[in-house]
């Protein structure tokens, strides 16, 4: 999970760099581009960072798994166990759970669904907008001087984030989410629209829901988390970008802007690129499956 979560490429080269050993020009292309940074000592300090964060939160996660899973019921020695085991999954947004139901029987435990919410959103923003956050809470950055990127991604993000938990609200409250209070409603369908984008747990039988919302929920997972993540998908950056292409095209604009940025049109065209090579090979296995 752990090497799934931060990428083979990643966890080679902070071993690299760990033991002395430096990467050749192919590797640190090939990172620069997975990373999304634009030099190579902010490559080597971002690799660094990734070790640092992902440690330090999975080891926070586990901490307080541990005493909602005791809370809960179970001995220290078993809360331990599945508090860390969750909370690593989490972060690295497996979305593998230890339990045959996954986290279904703390659908309405916020200690647990709610930390393990926190975690899928930490893993899924990306490192490069941990970084910065840090450096913002920390005062060595201004709020105002974020860069486009983490800008980009923590709006699309919050964006998702909020649409997706209104509409399984809102489309499961006389269905899948009928009989629960509507504070138990919320937690459900926030961990819903967390968890579907990046992850893979469910608090909720998806065989429960409507066909409209596990389509709405596809969708969610097609977009899939942030560049430099743990998640997958083609990335909130690609969907904010071809959201500001369409815009300019529309309002008749000579350049693609973003914060008051410029987009370069190398980034436009990547971004065009991925989301049709996305979808090829997306409608092909989707015929594979009808077929078969």
Same mark, same amino acid.
């Given at each position: 999970?752990?090497? /799934? %979560?931060? *990428?083979?490429?990643? #966890?080679?080269? @902070?071993?690299?760099? !760990?033991?002395? &050993? ?100 930490? /893993? %899924?923003? *990306?490192?490069?907008? #941990?970084?910065? @956050?840090?450096?913002? !809470?920390?005062? &060595? ?10 800008k980009m991604v923590l ?71 942030s560049p430099g993540s ?18 300019? #095209? ?18 436009v065209i990547k971004a ?21």
């Amino acid at each position: 999970s752990e090497m /799934g %979560g931060l *990428g083979i490429m990643t #966890l080679t080269a @902070a071993m690299g760099l !760990f033991m002395g &050993k430096s990467m050749d020009m192919k590797e640190r292309i090939v990172m620069q581009d997975l990373l999304e940074s634009s030099s190579t000592q902010e490559l080597f300090d971002l690799i660094v960072s990734i070790v640092k964060y992902t440690f330090v939160i999975e080891a926070w996660g586990g901490i307080v798994l541990t005493v909602g899973f005791y809370l809960e019921g179970f001995d220290l020695g078993p809360a331990l166990y599945h508090g860390f085991y969750h909370s690593i999954m989490a972060f690295c947004n497996a979305g593998l759970s230890s339990f045959s139901n996954s986290l279904e029987s703390y659908a309405t435990a916020p200690l647990i669904n709610m930390t393990v919410a926190c975690l899928i959103l930490l /893993g %899924g923003i *990306g490192f490069i907008v #941990l970084r910065e @956050a840090n450096e913002v !809470f920390s005062r &060595k950055r201004r709020l105002r001087r974020l860069t486009l990127h983490t800008k980009m991604v923590l709006t699309v993000s919050g964006f998702l984030l909020f649409a997706g938990t209104a509409f399984i609200f809102f489309g499961e409250y006389m269905h899948a989410l009928d009989g629960y209070t509507v504070w138990e409603q919320f937690q459900i369908s926030f961990f819903q629209s967390v968890t579907t984008r990046t992850a893979g747990f469910d608090t909720i039988p998806m065989g429960n829901l409507n066909s409209y919302t596990l389509y709405v929920m596809i969708i969610l997972m097609f977009i899939g988390a942030s560049p430099g993540s743990t998640g997958g998908g083609i990335k909130t950056t690609t969907i904010g970008i071809l959201t500001q292409t369409i815009k300019s #095209l529309l309002w008749g604009g000579r350049k693609v802007e973003a914060f008051d940025r410029s987009i370069s049109p190398e980034a436009v065209i990547k971004a065009i690129a991925l989301t049709i090579c996305s979808f090829a090979i997306l409608a092909l296995f989707i015929l594979v499956l009808m077929k078969t």
